[in-house]
């Protein structure tokens, strides 16, 4: 949610920000509809101003003049009742709206229509060219038995997998490495809750608009979903609150398996493990102080988490501007890292790195008391500090050898018992 304050006086930078994010909403319209609104919440006060004055003359007056008055009160309530219905409906069209707005995003972020449009910033580590035939990650697997997506699906549904053996003793190591970093650089691990209300997943702003990448629980429970991110529950831990400020910034590291439905994605990344509907996730999330400086500085800080997982996981990566076609509604700036795949011949995202200034704790309603006493928004920050198993693809397809063999980075041998190599069981 946005400052409507900051809206009103530059309509026209909103709507350059609803273009390039490629977001239809008409600002002019909106602008009309917030002059209606508010005129009718003036009118409606204005109304219950004056229908509370006749109510206090009236235990002064007798006979005619007191009839009088009860005719002038009963014909107030008829127009006050009249005019809180509409009131109530231009109320609900205005808040609906507002959801609707974006921020705008950074002047420095590129313009352009999607992630195609992304710009490289600087990549790590060498793609190495080998002598022998690579195999992907799913061939791999069969060799190795490190998963299973014939029996997944078969268990549940399209995009299904059994993580097996040494598959998913890499996948844990993998968490766990991400989590002992995160603890060493002072944050806080949280095990969060995987079943959410509609309202954190409104407050976060992933609603409306992502109600059909959501698991929506049934009737039973209904105005209740199933987590595609631990951003969701973390992000809202302080929602409500007013924080001092010397308890800024909350650095959180939220685990959790994470659920997405993939609607809209149907025959697209389908083979292996790039696009699945349950994962496991390591999400950073930063709350600090309302300044871009301050805002900035943990950008890069939660950027520079990942990628020190990503260089002790030994993978070529690159790091990108997120153009603002590929930016969410309240993004203001945005990086994704990038592993090398080798059998997509390309870099695939593995993290999203993201600042949203106020818009998330605008609508989770959290805020920390300044220096003057003033109650102000904090800023809000993520970025995936390490997911799986879609990092397994680079891990296997990056770390093969010869034999079929995987190596193990060294970073990951202590948390699989000192183990080097992944190797055939027979």
Same mark, same amino acid.
């Given at each position: 949610?946005?400052?409507?304050?900051?809206?009103?006086?530059?309509?026209?930078?909103?709507?350059?920000?609803?273009?390039?994010?490629?977001?239809?909403?008409?600002?002019?319209?909106?602008?009309?509809?917030?002059?209606?609104?508010?005129?009718?919440?003036?009118?409606?006060?204005?109304?219950?101003?004056?229908?509370?004055?006749?109510?206090?003359?009236?235990? =002064?007056?007798?006979?005619?003049?007191?009839?009088?008055?009860?005719?002038?009160?009963?014909?107030?309530?008829?127009?006050?009742?009249?005019?809180?219905?509409?009131?109530?409906?231009?109320?609900?069209?205005?808040?609906?709206?507002?959801?609707?707005?974006?921020?705008?995003?950074?002047?420095?972020?590129?313009?352009?229509?999607?992630?195609?449009?992304?710009?490289?910033?600087?990549?790590?580590?060498?793609?190495?060219?080998?002598?022998?035939?690579?195999?992907?990650?799913?061939?791999?697997?069969?060799?190795?038995?490190?998963?299973?997506?014939?029996?997944?699906?078969?268990?549940?549904?399209?995009?299904?997998?059994?993580?097996?053996?040494?598959?998913?003793?890499?996948?844990?190591?993998?968490?766990?490495?991400?989590?002992?970093?995160?603890? =060493?650089?002072?944050?806080?691990?949280?095990?969060?809750?995987?079943?959410?209300?509609?309202?954190?997943?409104?407050?976060?702003?992933?609603?409306?608009?992502?109600?059909?990448?959501?698991?929506?629980?049934?009737?039973?429970?209904?105005?209740?979903?199933?987590?595609?991110?631990?951003?969701?529950?973390?992000?809202?831990?302080?929602?409500?609150?007013?924080?001092?400020?010397?308890?800024?910034? =909350?650095?959180?590291?939220?685990?959790?398996?994470?659920?997405?439905?993939?609607?809209?994605?149907?025959?697209?990344?389908?083979?292996?493990?790039?696009?699945?509907?349950?994962?496991?996730?390591?999400?950073?999330?930063?709350?600090?102080?309302?300044?871009?400086?301050?805002?900035?500085?943990?950008?890069?800080?939660?950027?520079?988490?990942?990628?020190?997982?990503?260089?002790?996981?030994?993978?070529?990566?690159?790091?990108?501007?997120?153009?603002?076609?590929?930016?969410?509604?309240?993004?203001?700036?945005?990086?994704?890292?990038?592993?090398?795949?080798?059998?997509?011949?390309?870099?695939?995202?593995?993290?999203?790195?993201?600042?949203?200034?106020?818009?998330?704790?605008?609508?989770?309603?959290?805020?920390?008391?300044?220096?003057?006493?003033?109650?102000?928004?904090?800023?809000?920050?993520?970025?995936?500090?390490?997911?799986?198993?879609?990092?397994?693809?680079?891990?296997?397809?990056?770390?093969?050898?010869?034999?079929?063999?995987?190596?193990?980075?060294?970073?990951?041998?202590?948390?699989?018992?000192?183990?080097?190599?992944?190797?055939?069981?027979?």
């Amino acid at each position: 949610m946005i400052d409507l304050h900051d809206l009103r006086s530059r309509p026209d930078e909103y709507q350059r920000a609803c273009d390039i994010k490629g977001i239809k909403f008409d600002v002019k319209e909106f602008l009309d509809l917030d002059t209606r609104y508010r005129k009718a919440r003036t009118d409606v006060e204005t109304q219950r101003a004056e229908q509370n004055a006749v109510s206090k003359e009236i235990p =002064k007056l007798q006979g005619a003049e007191k009839e009088a008055k009860l005719a002038q009160m009963k014909q107030l309530s008829e127009q006050l009742k009249e005019a809180n219905a509409g009131l109530k409906e231009l109320e609900d069209s205005w808040t609906k709206a507002q959801l609707r707005i974006p921020s705008i995003p950074l002047p420095s972020v590129p313009v352009g229509k999607d992630d195609s449009e992304n710009r490289p910033v600087r990549s790590w580590g060498e793609i190495v060219a080998r002598d022998f035939d690579l195999r992907d990650h799913v061939q791999l697997s069969k060799a190795l038995d490190l998963f299973d997506t014939e029996r997944g699906v078969k268990i549940a549904g399209t995009r299904g997998y059994f993580l097996k053996g040494d598959g998913a003793r890499l996948s844990h190591a993998v968490m766990s490495l991400a989590i002992d970093h995160l603890h =060493k650089q002072g944050y806080t691990l949280m095990d969060p809750p995987h079943i959410v209300s509609y309202k954190a997943m409104l407050s976060t702003g992933y609603f409306p608009g992502g109600e059909e990448m959501a698991y929506h629980l049934d009737q039973r429970d209904d105005g209740f979903h199933l987590i595609g991110t631990a951003e969701v529950p973390v992000a809202s831990y302080h929602s409500d609150e007013i924080l001092a400020i010397d308890e800024l910034p =909350k650095r959180y590291a939220g685990y959790s398996p994470c659920y997405r439905r993939e609607a809209g994605a149907y025959g697209k990344d389908t083979y292996g493990l790039y696009r699945v509907h349950q994962f496991y996730k390591v999400e950073q999330v930063v709350l600090c102080r309302a300044d871009a400086d301050e805002s900035m500085k943990f950008h890069y800080e939660l950027l520079g988490n990942a990628e020190a997982v990503m260089q002790m996981l030994e993978l070529p990566y690159r790091v990108v501007d997120v153009c603002t076609g590929d930016m969410g509604q309240g993004q203001v700036f945005k990086h994704d890292i990038e592993a090398w795949m080798p059998s997509r011949k390309a870099y695939g995202e593995t993290h999203s790195c993201s600042s949203f200034y106020d818009f998330q704790a605008r609508r989770l309603n959290t805020r920390y008391k300044d220096e003057n006493g003033k109650n102000v928004f904090c800023y809000t920050l993520n970025n995936t500090c390490i997911a799986s198993p879609r990092i397994l693809i680079p891990l296997l397809e990056n770390h093969q050898n010869q034999d079929g063999s995987i190596t193990i980075p060294t970073a990951l041998r202590p948390y699989m018992g000192g183990q080097e190599l992944i190797t055939p069981k027979n």
